[in-house]
């Protein structure tokens, strides 16, 4: 299936200059959304996957249905403040100042496999601040998937050494 095309495209979001990949459309596509969560799913099928981990919030809606489909639990990861035990937290930097994610502390065993699912790759420092967390609680990282790359913000340059997926690439 042409995921592609059902992806809008809209200038000038959230600012003039920037050109926005709405996935939504692709949401609402029972065909698409299909697609884009098993091509996802079947990427890492034979990688022994033991847990899924979604960032807030888009990754969610992609990282459960990934983690029912390898047949795995799902891990979520949340902006602070937003999850009710114990956490420990990963800072990264933005354009103009930080951004903070939390993990529950018995959110990943370790030696446990873990397939990190998002939305996007577009600079990296979500998925790799992601990637700390969850080593920091001794998991393995067996692999970063994106349904999106945006090639021309260079965010894999911060996943060197992670199995690194996307279904679809946009090079502007």
Known sequence: MDL??????????PVKG???????TLLKD??????????????YKDKNIDVVVGMESRGFIFGMPVAYNLGTG????????????ETISESYALEYGTNTLQIHLD???????????????ATGGTAQATCR???????????VAFLIELT??????????YDVFSLLKYSE
């Open 4 to 13: 592609a095309s059902t992806i809008r495209s809209v200038p000038d979001f």
């Open 18 to 24: 920037i050109l926005f990949y709405d996935i939504t």
């Open 30 to 43: 029972p065909e698409a959304l299909k697609a884009s969560v098993d091509e996802l799913a079947a990427a």
């Open 74 to 85: 799902f891990v979520p990861i949340r902006k602070p403040g937003k999850l009710p035990a």
């Open 107 to 121: 959110g990943i065993t370790p030696g446990q496999r873990v397939l990190v699912v998002d939305d996007l790759l």
């Open 133 to 143: 967390l969850v080593e920091r609680l001794g998991g393995v990282v067996a692999g």
């Open 152 to 161: 021309f913000l260079n965010g894999r340059d911060k996943l060197q050494g």
